[in-house]
């Protein structure tokens, strides 16, 4: 019988089938971090149950920390010290290994998971953050859950889920100049709506995803969480075999040979089925913007704002302060963030820094750039890139989610306008009454030289 990817990897990881219809899957990795994940494991300390692999069981510190150099336990956000001192000592305790703040390894949960290793082709791992499908790039099967959850797959090494529809989205043609895998799931989330992959494990392919990095893929499998599908997929080639080897994590030696024996089965069947299947052209394709409060509400920034008819949209207009049919080149901006587990990573840096180079931030911009990992930023400070950042008026941070989330105590003020590479645009994500308009590294990289929404293209 012919089967997808998805099949294949959920067949190998059922245990059992529960008498609600649901099924239990075996976990192969956990990955925490202090926001979500300090409370699940003081959860286990309370409750005095242990976990059943401690070194299947990974923590970051990322969502809570501040950003700034020279960072420590102190939080701009209220009771955020807590949460932090909490998740360290409950994973010291439990002998987790910890990314902690000024590790050498610290980073974003998705970003460190990929880059150590940790996440790997075929692997099941479950994460209490709703962007962990960013790992299904590599092949492997990475679920969001929430916090209960991850105490039940700490302790069982097993997790109760209802197996979803499928979706294949096939990404056809050549991308022109300037065009980025976030424009690509930028355009499949306006085209099909922000709900059109709705609760569905959707595996993209074709000749464009053959031909993006290993960086590319992780972008465009993050953003599946804004296309409401249930986890993301790109089955393992020789991009993803080139960028795991030599990770902390991976197999080494004779076992690499094996690994990667198994991992180069791993791909759908030439006659699987999926409950939906679609087709995009890319060739014509060019930068996008968001203009609404979702990332469906978007457009390439050669079109203008859709006529308004629907209520909700209206009120997305109302408070992006924008109206219909207008262009969004020439709107000024007074943010420009860099980062996230969506474009954080060291070839989204020298996206942006392409664009920056000679020139200088507009001065009425505040400008930030917030490096993936630890270890993100110390190559792109071995390659001279925070130096075109700083150059350019930007302000160059330690690693962590920091204004994508807000949760960490920062954000803009009301009635700012912001461009930003994060994967979410809905009122108040990057500060009360902060208006957020999401792009690529490039677009943000040359609105903020111009303070005012611009085609990046200009700058190539």
């Known amino acids: 019988m012919q089967s997808t990817l998805f099949e294949k990897l959920w067949d190998q990881h059922k245990v059992t089938q529960l ?7 075996y976990i192969d990795r956990v990955f925490l971090h202090e926001r979500t994940g300090g ?3 003081t959860g286990l300390q309370h409750s005095h149950r242990k976990i059943r692999n401690v070194r299947h069981v990974f923590c970051t510190m990322d969502h809570i920390i501040d950003t700034f150099p020279g960072r420590n336990d102190n939080t701009l956000m209220p009771g955020g010290t807590e949460f932090i001192t909490k998740t360290r000592e409950a994973a010291q305790d439990l002998g987790i290994r910890l990314f902690d703040i000024n590790d050498a390894d610290q980073g974003i949960s998705h970003v460190v998971s990929a880059e150590q290793g940790i996440t790997l082709p075929g692997l099941t791992v479950v994460c209490p953050d709703s962007h962990t499908c960013t790992l299904g790039a590599l092949g492997a099967l990475a679920l969001g859950i929430g916090t209960s959850d991850c105490e039940h797959a700490l302790v069982t090494e097993t997790l109760r889920v209802e197996k979803p529809k499928q979706m294949r989205v096939r990404f056809e043609g050549e991308l022109q100049a300037g065009v980025s895998s976030k424009d690509l799931i930028m355009h499949l989330i306006r085209t099909y709506t922000a709900s059109g992959g709705q609760g569905m494990a959707i595996e993209y392919c074709g000749p464009v995803i053959d031909s993006l990095s290993m960086e590319a893929r992780f972008t465009l499998c993050n953003m599946t969480t804004e296309f409401s599908g249930f986890t993301a997929l790109i089955a393992p080639d020789q991009v993803t075999f080139d960028y795991i080897a030599d990770k902390p994590f991976a197999p080494k030696g004779a076992l690499w040979q094996q690994a990667k024996q198994y991992w180069e089965q791993l791909s759908s069947d030439p006659d699987a089925k ?3 299947e679609l087709t995009l052209d890319c060739s014509n394709i060019v930068p996008m913007i968001s203009w609404g409060t979702s990332p469906g509400h978007s457009v390439f920034i050669t079109d203008r704002i859709p006529v308004i008819e629907d209520t909700a949209l209206q009120r997305a207009a109302e408070y992006m302060n924008l109206s219909p049919e207008q262009s969004l080149v020439g709107v000024e901006v007074q943010g420009a963030f860099i980062g996230s587990c969506t474009n954080g990573r060291l070839s989204d840096l020298q996206a942006a820094a392409s664009v ?3 020139h200088k931030v507009n001065k009425n911009v505040k400008a930030v ?10 190559a792109a400070e071995a390659l001279g890139l925070d130096k075109v ?9 330690e690693p962590g989610c920091s204004l994508c989330f807000y949760a960490g105590g920062e954000g803009f003020s009301e009635g700012q306008r912001i461009i930003s590479t994060t994967n979410r645009n809905f ?4 500060g009360r009454g902060a208006r957020t308009h999401i792009a690529s590294p490039m677009m943000v990289a040359a609105a903020a030289i111009e303070g005012k929404i611009v085609d990046c293209r200009r700058y190539l």
């Open 19 to 25: 008498k609600d219809g649901s099924e239990l899957l």
């Open 39 to 41: 409370i699940a494991l």
């Open 274 to 276: 999926f409950d939906i």
């Open 356 to 358: 920056l180079k000679g």
């Open 369 to 378: 750039c917030t490096p993936g990992s630890a270890k993100i930023k110390e």
């Open 389 to 397: 950042f700083k150059d350019a008026g930007f302000e160059w941070r």
């Open 427 to 430: 009122e108040g994500r990057q």
